[in-house]
């Protein structure tokens, strides 16, 4: 049963354009969700996170959206850049008292010179 | 600072025998997490760690696999009689606190002949 789900395989855009990177989940008790970045033979990177509480979030050029009803979120990078190149992982926490997390299968961002 | 270190950066073993991992936290971080990341496929939580209380083995996957972590520092994680089907990349993370944003190893890339 994945409950988080990253239906894009693979996302290619040009240096300069937006990326637009996509999550789904199916349980209703998360309650915070953040994207992780990583490279080839490297431990994922904390990028950014949103708590349900919020629909938006935004750190320099990345923006992570939050649609509660349709269990969805979204990662914009805007304007992507060549060095953004990477496997982006969404991931989201149960409401627990610690943070174990569930991560979808990974979306791997080419951004092209 | 440091950051969350792992060894072996790569193992190969054969099928049936023992393998011990090892995690070092960030120091200070008293929560630490252990994930696997199989071929195509999402992080796969393992096993957590706060503090001095009792670990969550919730997402060992078989009895063979276990962890411990000494003095509240130092994690490993054993998996005995290793199946072909335990191939994949084993990721270690450790947080401040349980929901504070967790810090990633570069893992260890685990193959089973």
């Known amino acids: 049963d994945q409950q988080v789900k990253q239906n894009s395989p693979s996302l290619s855009v040009q240096e300069g354009r937006i990326s637009i990177l996509n999550c789904d989940y199916t349980?209703?008790?998360?309650?915070?969700f953040l994207w992780y970045k990583k490279y080839p033979a490297e431990g994922p990177t904390f990028l950014i996170s949103i708590s349900s509480i919020k629909d938006k979030n935004e750190d320099g050029r990345f923006t992570v959206f939050l649609n509660k009803s349709a269990k969805h979120l979204s990662l914009h990078i805007v304007p992507s850049q060549p060095g953004d190149s990477a496997v982006y992982f969404c991931a989201a926490d149960g409401g627990t008292s610690y943070g174990k997390l569930t991560f979808g299968q990974g979306t791997i961002l080419t951004v092209h010179p | 600072g440091a950051g969350v270190s792992q060894s072996p950066s790569n193992k190969v073993t054969e099928k049936g025998k023992d393998v011990e991992l090892r995690c070092d936290p960030i120091s200070g971080h008293t929560a630490l997490y252990w994930y696997r990341q199989s071929l195509g496929q999402g992080l796969e939580f393992l096993i957590y760690?706060?503090?001095?209380?009792?670990?969550?083995k919730s997402g060992l996957p078989s009895d063979r696999f276990s962890a411990e972590r000494t003095g509240g520092s130092v994690s490993t994680l054993t998996i005995q009689r290793t199946q072909q089907e335990d191939s994949a990349v084993y990721l270690c993370?450790?947080?401040?606190?349980?929901?504070?944003?967790?810090?990633f190893g570069p893992g260890t890339r685990l193959t089973v002949l």
């Open positions: 349980n209703s008790m998360f309650d915070y």
């Open positions: 760690f706060q503090g001095n209380s009792a670990p969550d």
């Open positions: 993370a450790s947080s401040l606190n349980g929901p504070d944003t967790q810090y």
